[in-house]
């Protein structure tokens, strides 16, 4: 996975941070990030479904808000704080992709919290 397409999608972020602040519900963040990500030019799909199998079995299903690139999982959050579960849910989408990198994105703070996590 390219260093340089996760800056990049991590520029988008803060795009989306420095022009609408805290305070909005999640779908709208993910829907400023569809229009940015669209401007820059990146190849990306939106809550694209992931299935888990057990030995060859679907045991579950996830839908990550961004699969850019088909490289990066990038998930959206409009929280006071991240936690351990929402790392976790990450996690798991990149287990269930097979991907290495993911970005957790909280917009619910004044300041936005980006964390690259490594499968």
Known sequence: MS???????IGCCYEVSNTLGAGFLENVYENALS???????????RQVPL???????????YQPD??????????????????????SQLLNYLRAT?????????????????KRLVN
């Open 3 to 9: 260093v340089k397409l996760s800056r990049k999608v």
């Open 98 to 114: 097979g991907l290495d990198i993911g970005l957790l994105v909280n917009f619910g703070r004044p300041r936005i919290q980006v």
């Open 66 to 87: 961004f699969l850019v690139d088909n490289q990066l999982i990038v998930e959206i959050k409009a929280v006071s704080d991240l936690s351990g579960e929402h790392q």
């Open 51 to 61: 299935e888990v199998c057990y030995k060859g079995e679907t045991v579950g299903r």
């Open 35 to 45: 229009v940015e990500l669209e401007r820059q030019e990146l190849a990306y799909r």
